[in-house]
């Protein structure tokens, strides 16, 4: 991608189709379970945000995509992200291992209790 995009949707039109497919339905998980999230491009990467913070960002490079949901919320999924490439703030995952929608919705519950308790 060679200019930043402005928009989620701008961002994600530029990528290999299976990328955005897989992207889009980690987007649509996020949205269905936590509705009222704002859309925006941050640090260069989608953004979706709850009451005013990040809530989770991802983003697709050659070789595999990331999600992220928290520091928080990976050290305390760190079990059943074993079989995952993490850092302190990422997820890594490709097209032969996605990760499953049941993980998202844990992943997402759990920053979102941490913003909800007004975290920092």
């Known amino acids: 991608m060679g200019e930043k995009a402005k928009s989620v949707e701008e961002y994600l039109n530029a990528l290999?189709?299976?990328?955005r497919a897989e992207l889009d339905r980690i987007r649509a998980l996020v949205t269905q379970l936590?509705?009222?999230?704002?859309?925006?491009?941050?640090?260069?990467m989608p953004t979706l945000k709850y009451r005013n913070r990040a809530l989770v960002y991802f983003t697709a490079s050659k070789k595999h995509m990331s999600?992220?949901?928290?520091?928080?919320?990976?050290?305390e999924l760190k079990d059943q992200?074993?079989?995952y490439k993490t850092t302190e703030h990422s997820i890594q995952f490709t097209l032969d291992k996605t990760l499953p929608g049941r993980l998202v919705a844990d992943l997402v519950r759990v920053h979102m209790r941490e913003i909800d308790a007004n975290r920092q």
């Open 16 to 19: 290999d189709h299976a990328y």
């Open 67 to 75: 999600f992220y949901p928290s520091s928080w919320a990976i050290e």
């Open 34 to 44: 936590v509705p009222d999230t704002e859309e925006t491009i941050s640090y260069g």
């Open 81 to 83: 992200l074993k079989d």
